[in-house]
């Protein structure tokens, strides 16, 4: 049976904005060799591209989990296997607890991106400057609660002086911390563990053909449902505390590192 590598992107596979040449190739490489790998992001199908061309995923069959699991993509037919949306009603909570606590706020709906105002601090790191702006459309809107698209997530931005650990439990009921300054809102019974259990399901996987890859808490519920669990030097500790490997930072090519000097001696242990 195949083997799985599934892989967080931002803080885990980007040295920055970009991926390196050695993670490209050990990632090509690995395909080659018969496994299967799958992208596990809050990011849209939309802004994969990059990813799907340099990892020629179409390729070789590669999937995406995209928006915390809200959709599941094909990359090689180019279409989604699952979809799931927020409820308006929890749109109207989030954006309700945004303004109690002063936070910037986004709405994603596919490849478009609803704020109040343009502010490039609604756009994570993995946004700015590069050319994931030609996949994202981003629109002005005076009322966020008047959005009749369906939505995917709805992400906040936290600023050096809000404390997470401070919010009401309802707050943190609603939203999930992805990197220390943003937080986001996916359907509910989503996430990337359930996900990969509907992807096991489909393709009549186990969980002990799973090696994953990931550096935030929304890859937590991930965690829980792989048999090889990496996390980045850079990790949440609350994200390190489920892992069975700890690796690199992010800066250092750490999936490569990993699957070029230990995946494969666990693999022939196995």
Request: proline content about 2%; overall charge negative; hydrophobic content about 35%.
């Amino acid at each position: 049976m195949e083997k799985w590598i599934i892989c967080d992107i931002d803080g885990t596979l980007l040295n920055g904005k970009f991926m390196s040449q050695k993670t490209i190739n050990t990632l090509i490489n690995i395909q080659k060799e018969g496994y299967r790998l799958f992208l596990a992001s809050g990011r849209s199908p939309y802004t994969m591209k990059y990813f799907v061309d340099c990892l020629e995923l179409k390729k070789y069959g590669g999937i995406g989990i995209c928006f915390n699991g809200g959709i599941i993509y094909d990359f090689k037919n180019e279409k989604n296997i699952m979809s799931y949306t927020v409820p308006p009603e929890d749109v109207l909570k989030c954006l309700d607890y945004a303004k109690q606590y002063h936070l910037k706020v986004a709405v994603y709906s596919h490849e478009k991106v609803y704020c109040e105002k343009f502010d490039p601090k609604l756009t994570p790191g993995y946004y700015r400057d590069d050319d994931v702006y030609k996949y994202v459309s981003y629109i002005e809107i005076d009322d966020l609660s008047k959005i009749t698209a369906d939505v995917q997530k709805v992400a906040c931005v936290l600023e050096e002086s809000d404390n997470y650990d401070l919010f009401c439990d309802e707050v943190k009921k609603q939203f999930i911390r992805v990197h220390k300054g943003w937080m986001e809102k996916s359907p509910n019974g989503v996430n990337k563990g359930v996900a990969i259990q509907n992807l096991m399901k489909m393709f009549n996987q186990v969980s002990d053909n799973l090696i994953c890859f990931g550096d935030g808490e929304n890859d937590i519920e991930m965690f829980k449902v792989c048999n090889i669990c990496v996390a980045m030097d850079n990790a949440f500790d609350s994200l390190k505390q489920h892992a069975t490997h700890i690796t690199k930072s992010n800066l250092e090519d750490s999936v490569a590192y990993f699957i070029e000097n230990e995946l494969k001696k666990l693999i022939v242990s196995d």
